[in-house]
């Protein structure tokens, strides 16, 4: 497979929100003239793929992931010219473009909908899933926990309730029926013709519902997904997709099928537990979850993310975790939503450079492909008095300047408001003052990015973990063609000393990527390193 057709397992992914980065005719919401202007920035940072949340016509009652209209722009965010000019900017500084397709459900003001609850005889009426009875499908846990009581909700026009996994707002549709099959192949096939590189699939296990199932990953889910790379291939090269599947890494996998379903998935039950290694300065969580992590196939990658405009998901671990992570990292309950956590990441690490620092380098040194969300390169605060998840959803801090240079707007007229606190305020916490200071975490995180663009191997390697003694260190191999990495994570709080034994690299010589300083070579006796307060190396191993 040509190096071109996997550029996904290359890339380093930048997750944004149109409406969040840059304001460009101030009417408040970031737009695509105003993204276009700054891709030169992202494209100094040295990320070559962005993902974008939803931009498409919408109430917004969920940041767009409620679409009214699958093939319009919401017009804050600027027209389809834009939109087009936006993608041929970003290509033309090699940086590709990941779109949502939110498949599962619609806005209840898309006219499908209102076609379908117009009449129990309306042509529209089997895009969506109707029962008389919201006992049906009582298997189906509720997402969202803090607003939805059911997954039914009455509609008193056509005296029938419906199905839905998320705000009552978002009635599902129904992939049992055909056309809606198909209605979904058409606007895949609408976008890929703007020039587009992927899609995340949104929500993608709660596509069919069946009784006596929670309704998740159902079998049909995999027929229909298949032949929607069926038609991804058809026509074009190149694209990918990646799934959206919150659940454990055994039902994750079937989503990448036999590398002809999804070429990503993301790795949700990772990502917590990297949270809980590093306050309990204990390798054992990622261990446990990478053991149980199947192999995949060539073609696939995990995507790995440390936190994304949603909350800190907690559905992939046990009570007794959960629990153990709301102690540790919401100790405000205003901090807490549905299962999880509304917070960004330099907020949970209490603003501890090292601890980011830390946490960025497993992010980027284990297998996978790595997606930061936007902002927490500059280490941004977050709301939590902002309703839902819209607290870490505020507006890029670039400057100190008025609304933080992110638009010229009276700040009421804001789509939301700046983080002003006195840790996290735009005064202190922004791109033009990091830029201008050397050792800034901005500084760090492209320093970062571009030692592991310098390697194949982060992006395709496999991993060994060493055994060791000290549980407080977190200590891999990855190894692809002639490249082979050694990667040590101190998870503690102070200093530790840890042997590896390295036997089978006798006569090696580590060279530490970050400074390409030579070490000693490794010998016969376990290769002894001491660790500063969560600190990591990074040594690339030469054969001589
Ligand atoms: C996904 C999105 C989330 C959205 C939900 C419903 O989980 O990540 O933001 O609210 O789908 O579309």
Not at 51 to 58: G, N
Not at 372 to 401: A, C, K, S
Not at 425 to 450: C, D, H, P
Request: net charge negative; aromatic share 14%; glycine share 6%.
């Amino acid at each position: 497979m040509g190096s071109e057709s996997l550029w996904y397992k290359d890339a380093i992914i930048y997750e944004l929100h149109v409406k969040t980065f840059f304001d460009s005719n101030q009417n408040g919401y970031g737009d695509f003239p105003g993204l276009t202007q700054k891709l030169d920035y992202l494209q100094v940072l040295g990320i070559n793929c962005i993902w974008l949340m939803p931009f498409y016509k919408t109430p917004l009652k969920d940041d767009g992931y409620d679409i009214s209209d699958y093939e319009e722009i919401s017009p804050e965010y600027g027209t389809m010219k834009d939109f087009k000019n936006f993608v041929k900017e970003a290509h033309r500084r090699d940086i590709k473009i990941i779109i949502e397709l939110v498949l599962n459900h619609t806005s209840d003001q898309h006219p499908w909908f209102q076609e379908a609850r117009s009449s129990r005889a309306s042509k529209k009426r089997d895009f969506y899933v109707w029962n008389d009875d919201p006992q049906k499908y009582n298997q189906a846990k509720i997402i969202f926990s803090d607003t939805e009581k059911s997954n039914w909700t009455y509609d008193p026009l056509s005296g029938q309730y419906y199905w839905h996994r998320f705000f009552s707002h978002q009635p599902d549709l129904n992939f049992d029926n055909p056309e809606v099959q198909q209605a979904m192949i058409n606007v895949l096939t609408f976008w890929l013709n703007t020039g587009v590189d992927g899609f995340r699939l949104d929500a993608v296990p709660y596509l069919f519902e069946q009784e006596g199932t929670n309704c998740e990953n159902l079998p049909q889910t995999h027929v229909y997904l298949k032949k929607l790379r069926a038609e991804l291939d058809k026509k074009f090269k190149n694209k990918i997709f990646l799934a959206e599947a919150n659940q454990w890494p055994a039902d994750v996998r079937p989503y990448l099928g036999n590398g002809d379903e999804c070429h990503m998935a993301f790795h949700f039950p990772l990502m917590p537990r990297i949270f809980m290694a590093i306050r309990k300065e204990d390798n054992t969580p990622i261990l446990e979850i990478m053991r149980q992590t199947p192999v995949i196939p060539d073609n696939c990658q995990w995507a790995l993310f440390l936190r994304n405009h949603d909350e800190l998901t907690l559905e992939m671990v046990t009570q007794e975790e959960r629990d153990y992570m709301h102690k540790e990292y919401a100790q405000d309950p205003k901090a807490i939503l549905n299962l999880g956590i509304r917070r960004r990441l330099a907020p949970l690490m209490n603003n501890g450079r090292r601890q980011m620092e830390l946490l960025n380098s497993l992010l980027f040194s284990l297998p996978g492909t790595p997606v930061i969300y936007y902002g927490d390169e500059i280490g941004m605060g977050d709301n939590i008095f902002l309703g839902d998840r819209n607290g870490v959803r505020t507006p890029m801090q670039w400057d100190g300047n008025r609304n933080a240079g992110f638009s010229t707007v009276e700040a009421d007229k804001l789509y939301a408001p700046l983080i002003i606190d006195p840790v996290y305020g735009y005064q202190s916490i922004n791109v033009e003052a990091q830029s201008m200071t050397q050792s800034s975490f901005l500084n760090w995180t492209k320093r970062m990015i571009r030692v592991r663009r310098n390697f194949k191997v982060f992006g395709r390697g496999n991993i060994e973990f060493l055994q060791h003694k000290n549980p407080k260190i977190l200590a891999y191999t990855r190894a692809y063609e002639n490249e082979t990495l050694l990667i040590v994570n101190n998870l503690s709080r102070y200093v530790q000393p840890v042997q590896l034994d390295l036997k089978r690299y006798n006569g090696w010589e580590p060279l530490e990527l970050w400074g390409n300083v030579k070490l000693p070579p490794v010998g016969e006796l376990p290769y002894f390193l001491t660790l500063g307060p969560h600190s990591f190396y990074w040594f690339r191993l030469d054969k001589h």
